[in-house]
């Protein structure tokens, strides 16, 4: 389904974050912080940190205000657009695994295209026709990216076949990802190779992780 939009977008930001973390100390034969080489005559030199290091990155946001004005129409009525909007807010239905999915959307404005689901919507009436039905509304839509799976690779060009990608939320960890994905925490090793994970009860949330094919033949996927 479509909602087309009439108006050009009042104000449109795409925010993205990523998460950096640097070493607590670094060698004593590294060269010096540059807080080190101003301001400090004698005594000794703080060690400082090391290079920073990517940790995790967290989705991509979109951030647009946008109008809906069908006032000038005899028999105009936004109330379809608006309600759809209303309703992708929602969770799909449960899958096997018994999780529970936003809808995807899809926002595309000339050559921009943003795929994710309505992490938040904030509609303002503005006018009202005859009947009561609302005719013009300012609309505040967020948009957290969520893009789709990868899809599996053909297996004659050497890809790796049937992997899938899930978004780490808060809280979760690798045994409860692999529940989420296989029915059971106990294949929560396959995931830690495939990510090259040390320790499964710390991850990022926004973090990517790739979900290989289920260990055992008949697991949930």
Request: a neutral charge; hydrophobic letters at 30%; aromatic letters at 6%.
């Amino acid at each position: 389904m479509i909602v087309p939009l009439m108006l050009n977008p009042k104000q449109l930001t795409i925010r993205r974050q990523s998460q950096w973390r640097p070493p607590q100390n670094r060698s004593s034969a590294a060269g010096q912080p540059s807080s080190g080489a101003h301001g400090l005559s004698a005594g000794t030199v703080p060690l400082g940190h090391g290079l920073q290091q990517y940790t995790g990155s967290q989705p991509g946001s979109l951030t647009m205000i946008v109008w809906f004005d069908q006032s000038f129409e005899p028999d105009g009525d936004i109330t379809d657009d608006i309600d759809t909007l209303q309703n992708w807010t929602c969770p799909t239905e449960r899958g096997a695994t018994g999780a529970q999915n936003p809808p995807r959307v899809t926002f595309t404005w000339g050559g921009l295209q943003f795929i994710g689901h309505i992490a938040s919507l904030n509609v303002s009436y503005k006018q009202f026709g005859v009947t009561g039905q609302p005719v013009r509304a300012e609309v505040s839509i967020t948009i957290t990216e969520n893009p789709p799976a990868v899809p599996g690779s053909n297996p004659t060009s050497g890809g790796i076949a049937g992997r899938r990608v899930h978004v780490v939320s808060a809280g979760d960890t690798l045994h409860s990802v692999s529940y989420t994905e296989y029915g059971s925490p106990t294949h929560w090793r396959a995931l830690a190779e495939a990510n090259g994970i040390d320790d499964p009860l710390r991850l990022s949330p926004g973090t990517t992780l790739l979900i290989p094919p289920s260990p055992l033949p008949g697991a949930a996927r």
